[in-house]
T-cell receptor, first 112, second 110 residues
Framework: DAGITQSPRYKITETGRQVTLMCHQTWSHSYMFWYRQDLGHGLRLIYYSAAADITDKGEVPDGYVVSRSKTENFPLTLESATRSQTSVYFC???????????FGNGTRLTVT | KQEVTQIPAALSVPEGENLVLNCSFTDSAIYNLQWFRQDPGKGLTSLLLIQSSQREQTSGRLNASLDKSSGRSTLYIAASQPGDSATYLCAVEYGNKLVFGAGTILRVKS
């Protein structure tokens, strides 16, 4: 099916472990984004990518790494997970310019 | 600092009522403004996008307006239905960055 899919849907990990959240879109959208959603903070941009091999930091990039070797994939890696990274993570994509953002269903990450 | 504020934080209305959700932003140099809907445990669904040069957009029972000079947008929902119950988020685009409001939780009672 066309769309944007995130995996896993739920993840529990321990402090200090590396974890990768996956994001895949089938529209060939140029732009992809990672947001985290927390009570009291709303949605905050972690990283974004304007095209394959082009990434840039958002508002809260510390502790996260991204890559985009293919247009359709935009994985987010927590190199050494901390409890403060417990959150719901959303991936999104858009054509760019004056076009709406399309979101995945999110990954709920718990760091114990 | 670019901030987006949504009022009210929560709203409960009887079915059939017309309602208005408000969004205000501090920096008027926007590219566009989007309204999203979020259902519990789900991602965000784009409802309406208003470009900075536009004054309003309509989709079915939804109408969104934009007043850049005053830094405000409203989302008007006509003849509300229980299926409209969700969180509604306003997001303002500055360049490649979207700044989100905290959302309004809407409950439509049958």
């Amino acid at each position: 099916d066309a769309g944007i899919t995130q995996s896993p849907r739920y993840k529990i990990t321990e402090t200090g472990r590396q974890v990768t959240l996956m994001c895949h879109q089938t529209w060939s959208h140029s732009y992809m984004f990672w947001y985290r959603q927390d009570l009291g903070h709303g949605l905050r941009l972690i990283y974004y990518s304007a095209a394959a091999d082009i990434t840039d930091k958002g508002e809260v990039p510390d502790g996260y790494v991204v890559s985009r070797s293919k247009t359709e994939n935009f994985p987010l890696t927590l190199e050494s997970a901390t409890r403060s990274q417990t959150s719901v993570y959303f991936c999104a994509s858009s054509v760019g310019g004056y076009s709406p953002l399309h979101f995945g269903n999110g990954t709920r990450l718990t760091v114990t | 600092k670019q901030e987006v504020t949504q009022i009210p934080a929560a709203l409960s209305v009887p079915e059939g009522e017309n309602l208005v959700l408000n969004c205000s932003f501090t920096d008027s140099a926007i590219y566009n403004l989007q309204w999203f809907r979020q259902d519990p445990g789900k991602g965000l669904t784009s409802l309406l996008l208003i470009q900075s040069s536009q004054r309003e957009q309509t989709s079915g029972r939804l109408n969104a307006s934009l007043d850049k000079s005053s830094g405000r947008s409203t989302l008007y929902i006509a003849a509300s239905q229980p299926g409209d119950s969700a969180t509604y988020l306003c997001a303002v685009e500055y360049g490649n960055k979207l700044v989100f409001g905290a959302g309004t939780i809407l409950r439509v009672k049958s």
